[in-house]
């Protein structure tokens, strides 16, 4: 199930039509894992999205519009989607760790375009009792190049996220009962911020066929590298792939 988080990044690329638009695709995902021993081979999946005049579904994500129907204008959504963590116990190396399971995040995100660039946050709570943590981010995306016509687009962005403490813990810490069954000290995680990186683009080769590549750096923060579960201090994600809109 880790493999469909990033199909969301993959999605963000592709311009909201003024009208109902399908795409269907094919996408090459690789991915690094910070846990101790943990690694995470390249993987091919199928995608799926949709955008309409209301509701944006991509993959694991599904927003539904409150406001800023058309495409350069401000857009309050609520949004419904899964977590960008998780944590599959393989490695012997951490032993007596218990697996660490994808939530279902509710709330509202805000999309802000301007002439620089666009700006958007987003605010969630837990709504699957796994941790009953929130996440929060704020993100900007620019248009570095592109072609007259924009057959061809290449973008970069930035990010800050949060999370709190219950969020951090879950998916970071060691508890008393991990470290009772395992070599590692008990280790709690407060609310944290950190940092990103995106660069990505799409070419587009005619009215249906999209190639599209993404790419994103994550800068972990202190109180995670920290963690006696936690191999290293940042994670990259990137995508590759082929869609076809109609």
Do not use: C
Not at 13 to 35: C, D, E, H, N, R
Not at 112 to 133: C, I, L, W
Not at 180 to 209: P, R
Not at 218 to 229: G, H, M, Q, W, Y
């Amino acid at each position: 199930m880790k493999k469909l988080i990033i199909v969301i990044a993959a999605a963000t690329l592709a311009s909201t039509p003024a009208y109902a638009q399908w795409s269907y695709g094919v996408l090459g995902i690789g991915f690094s894992m910070p846990y101790k021993g943990e690694n995470s081979d390249p993987i091919i999946v199928p995608a799926a999205m949709y955008e309409g005049e209301r509701i944006i579904w991509r993959g694991p994500s599904l927003q539904y519009k409150l406001t800023g129907f058309e495409q350069d204008e401000p857009s309050l959504r609520v949004s419904l989607e899964l977590a960008p963590n998780e944590l599959e116990v393989e490695s012997s190396e951490l032993s007596g760790i218990e697996d660490r399971d994808f939530s279902l995040l509710a709330g509202f995100r805000y999309i802000y375009p301007t002439q620089f660039g666009r700006f958007s946050a987003v605010f969630q709570t837990d709504a699957t009792n796994k941790h009953n943590g929130q996440r929060g981010a704020i993100n900007f995306q620019r248009v570095l190049f592109q072609d007259d016509n924009r057959q061809w687009v290449i973008t970069a962005g930035a990010q800050v996220e949060y999370l709190s403490g219950n969020y951090a813990d879950y998916y970071f810490g060691v508890s008393a009962t991990e470290a009772a069954a395992s070599n590692f000290t008990e280790y709690q995680v407060d609310d944290i911020w950190q940092g990103g990186l995106t660069l990505g683009g799409y070419y587009q080769f005619n009215k249906n066929w999209r190639a599209i590549i993404q790419t994103r750096y994550l800068k972990l923060a202190d109180e995670v590298t920290d963690s006696p579960i936690i191999d290293d201090n940042h994670t990259i994600n990137g995508i590759v792939g082929i869609t076809y809109q109609f």
